[in-house]
């Protein structure tokens, strides 16, 4: 059993809650705790993250630009309340970072560069051992642990797909491919198939609301394009 787990490419949403509360014991545990946030609600890569620029972020609108890589759909996505918060309280704090005013970067080291993917690296591969999780935490399970956590709050495969920005739908559906739980309703009539809703019986309230604002703002919509089938 230990060894299926430490293969797992992706954290669980309460590995994810414990490797937040081990960030709150350690240094620049502001700026590191607004990263690995952002990285599991937007489903980031590593370089997307780290890429992320001052001028990207639209606190008041509560919007944020996101630059998918590898040739994916960048896209924009909705900002919530708690984020917002972190954000705001890491760029109180990163003012204080050496070059701060003459850099755009979001997240910066202590020596006032780019943060770079090898310190990022470190920062959650020793925080997840501190914690001691199952695994060992490397940043693309952020990305995944999105993926896993959208599939198994009943989102739509497309959705997904548009949210992470994959232009290849096969990258998707790894994520849906183990939920049994899209085939409950498959039998019901038609008119008695409910609208695709996002469970949080799984999720603590730091959590829930962020996804269901995500369905709110950027799912729903989608239903006029017919990205959700009934």
């Known amino acids: 059993m230990s060894n299926i787990m430490l293969k797992r490419k992706y954290l669980t949403h309460s590995e994810i809650e414990v490797l937040l509360k081990e960030l709150e014991k350690h240094p620049h545990a502001d700026r590191n705790i607004c990263m690995i946030f952002m990285g599991f ?23 944020l630009r996101v630059q998918r890589l590898k040739n994916g759909f960048s896209t924009i996505h909705p900002m919530v309340a708690r984020e917002i918060q972190l954000i705001r309280k890491w760029l109180s704090l990163r003012q204080r970072y050496k070059n701060s005013d003459q850099s755009d970067w979001l997240f910066l080291s202590r020596t006032g560069a780019r943060m770079s993917r090898q310190q990022f690296y470190k920062i959650i591969r020793q925080t997840s051992l501190k914690a001691n999780l199952a695994v060992c935490a490397n940043p693309h399970m ?10 198994d709050n009943g989102v739509d495969t497309r959705l997904i797909q548009d949210y992470l ?7 998707t559906v ?5 939920n049994a739980g899209r085939f409950e309703t498959i039998w019901q009539e038609r008119g008695k198939r409910k609208l695709s809703t996002i469970s949080t019986k799984l999720l603590t309230n730091k959590f829930s609301h962020f996804f269901n604002t995500i369905y709110l703002h950027v799912f729903r919509k989608n239903q006029n394009n017919s990205l959700i089938q009934a």
């Not at 642990?145 to 959208?150: F, I, K, Q």
């Not at 920005?165 to 990258?171: E, K, Q």
């Not at 790894?174 to 183990?178: D, E, K, L, V």
């Open 165 to 171: 920005g994959h232009r290849n739908i096969r990258h």
């Open 174 to 178: 790894r994520y849906t491919a183990s």
């Open 142 to 151: 952020l990305r995944h642990s999105c993926g896993y956590a959208l599939a």
């Open 41 to 63: 609600i937007h489903g980031f890569r590593v370089s997307e993250l780290l890429g992320l620029k001052l001028s990207d972020i639209d606190l008041e609108g509560k919007k």
